[in-house]
């Protein structure tokens, strides 16, 4: 996860620094699950300070066990991603824009995320206008055939050949 929020973070420098138009960085957001904020959040300040440069444009943090004494149900990743806003612009980025989905963690974990991508994946297409880079000339128009669409395969096919694509790599243990 750091070794890509690094590289991440050197495009959007080269791409300001260049003022570069052509493949331009999108979006990135991170859905990061873990105990508890004060025992196993890694990277707390690095990831907050990435997502002040702009680096990430989206940080959701999932806390499964927390450990300040209260009676909070658990909440993992995949309950972030299923909650409407999210799960709306989730879809919006995978069929509308052709998003990476890179799901690293455990057997179980990687496991309930591909069943939310599913279920996100069945929802009907969301109304929500594309991703176009500030420097972009792209008008809003130019998308108008591709909002109007749904998918042409099942979930469970899309997601299979966003793997054949690259675009959906899991990487998982037990």
């Given at each position: 996860?750091?070794?890509?929020?690094?590289?991440r973070?050197?495009?959007?420098?080269?791409?300001?620094?260049?003022?570069?138009?052509?493949g331009a960085v999108g979006p990135t957001i991170l859905y990061f699950g873990c105990h508890a904020p004060d025992v196993d959040?890694?990277?707390?300040?690095?990831?907050?300070?990435y997502q002040r440069q702009g680096t990430l444009t989206e940080l959701h943090?999932?806390?499964?066990?927390?450990?300040?004494?209260?009676?909070?149900?658990?909440?993992?990743?995949?309950?972030?991603?299923?909650?409407p806003p999210n799960a709306a612009s989730t879809y919006r980025y995978i069929v509308h824009e052709q998003a990476y989905v890179?799901?690293?963690g455990g057997v179980p974990m990687g496991h309930d995320v591909h069943a939310a991508l599913e279920q996100i994946l069945?929802?009907?297409?969301?109304?929500?206008?594309p991703f176009v880079p500030e420097a972009s000339s792209q008008s809003q128009s130019s998308h108008d055939n591709v909002l109007s669409s749904s998918l042409s395969m099942s979930p469970k096919e899309y997601?299979?050949?966003m793997?054949?694509?690259?675009?959906?790599?899991?990487?998982?243990?037990?």
């Open positions: 996860m750091r070794a890509f929020l690094q590289e973070h050197f495009q959007r420098q080269q791409q300001r620094h260049q003022q570069l138009t052509a959040f890694l990277y707390h300040d690095e990831l907050r300070e943090v999932a806390f499964s066990r927390p450990s300040d004494g209260s009676k909070s149900p658990k909440v993992y990743v995949q309950h972030l991603l299923l909650q890179y799901v690293c069945a929802m009907p297409p969301s109304p929500f206008p997601l299979e050949e793997t054949r694509q690259g675009r959906y790599v899991q990487e998982l243990w037990s």
